[in-house]
């Protein structure tokens, strides 16, 4: 069962650094935080694609978080 943890885990993580990658950036600097935030002001959204690879990032953290604890419990009882 730990190796299988471990393996999913290792899974897991290559999944999230790929998406995290994937993702386009969100400013050029100084001057594109500026505009990024007054984009969200007036209504701007995310590109489809961006959208998805947001909630995949998210969900990936999240079960990446989870597995880390349940693994450091199971490594702990050993």
Request: aromatic share 4%; proline share 0%.
């Amino acid at each position: 069962m730990k190796s299988a943890l471990m393996i999913l885990e290792a899974v897991v993580a290559i999944a999230l650094i790929a998406s995290v990658v994937l993702q386009s950036g969100k400013s050029a600097g100084m001057s594109g935080s500026i505009a990024g935030g007054a984009e969200t002001l007036f209504g701007g959204k995310k590109k489809g694609l961006d959208e998805l690879l947001a909630r995949v990032t998210m969900i990936l953290g999240i079960v990446f978080g989870i597995l880390t604890l349940i693994l450091g419990r199971v490594l702990s009882t050993y």
